[in-house]
T-cell receptor
Framework: GESVGLHLPTLSVQEGDNSIINCAYSNSASDYFIWYKQESGKGPQFIIDIRSNMDKRQGQRVTVLLNKTVKHLSLQIAATQPGDSAVYFCAENVKGGSEKLVFGKGTKLTVNP | NAGVMQNPRHLVRRRGQEARLRCSPMKGHSHVYWYRQLPEEGLKFMVYLQKENIIDESGMPKERFSAEFPKEGPSILRIQQVVRGDSAAYFC????????????FGSGTRLTVV
């Protein structure tokens, strides 16, 4: 079965607020994690990634946190904008296994103006 | 440098027909992956190919589905004798490296079986 899941299927925030999207994974052998953004009718778009030897990584307005102890991953979006409205997926890759990514079901983020 | 190109964007097939989905990876990418996405769900891995070789097809149904990535030309995902349950969005991704790094997805082909 799937080893990646999300706590919140939907998230609604006000423009300008910070957003936090969570993800739980169960495979302790996973060593690489990616967050994707998917807009309606489009393919997944890479946002940020993190390897298992790190616990935090920052990009432009986005931060990914990895807690290996509790197998938890989160995506923080600062100053959320209407253009951030989309479905967000976390995905994991298992070290030494197949090259496939295992995706969670996704969280739909809606940004209210 | 064009991204991952998939065509057609939309494909309608009647039950029992064949569907052929094409994927041209990014220039310099020799690893191709196919995923399927049902409405309101995440992407599910189907198959991983390198040029002329299928590396991992553990996510692909044993019957009716096949994939290839020839030496020349795009990767093809072929679904024979389509059924309504095959209706989904099919995404192709390519990468230059193993291990999931540098994955880039195409815009997908939305298959509707009527």
């Amino acid at each position: 079965g799937e080893s990646v899941g999300l706590h919140l299927p939907t998230l609604s925030v006000q423009e300008g607020d910070n957003s936090i999207i969570n993800c739980a994974y169960s495979n302790s052998a996973s060593d690489y994690f990616i967050w994707y953004k998917q807009e309606s009718g489009k393919g997944p778009q890479f946002i940020i990634d993190i390897r298992s030897n790190m616990d935090k990584r920052q990009g432009q307005r986005v931060t990914v946190l990895l807690n290996k102890t509790v197998k938890h991953l989160s995506l923080q979006i600062a100053a959320t904008q209407p253009g951030d409205s989309a479905v967000y997926f976390c995905a994991e890759n298992v070290k030494g296994g197949s090259e496939k990514l295992v995706f969670g079901k996704g969280t739909k983020l809606t940004v209210n103006p | 440098n064009a991204g991952v190109m998939q065509n057609p964007r939309h494909l309608v097939r009647r039950r029992g027909q064949e569907a052929r989905l094409r994927c041209s990876p990014m220039k310099g990418h020799s690893h191709v992956y196919w995923y399927r996405q049902l409405p309101e769900e995440g992407l599910k891995f189907m198959v991983y190919l390198q040029k002329e070789n299928i590396i991992d097809e553990s996510g692909m149904p044993k019957e009716r589905f096949s994939a290839e990535f020839p030496k020349e030309g795009p990767s093809i995902l072929r679904i024979q004798q389509v059924v309504r349950g095959d209706s989904a969005a099919y995404f192709c991704a390519s990468s230059p490296l193993i291990g999931g790094y540098g994955y880039t997805f195409g815009s997908g082909t939305r298959l509707t079986v009527v």
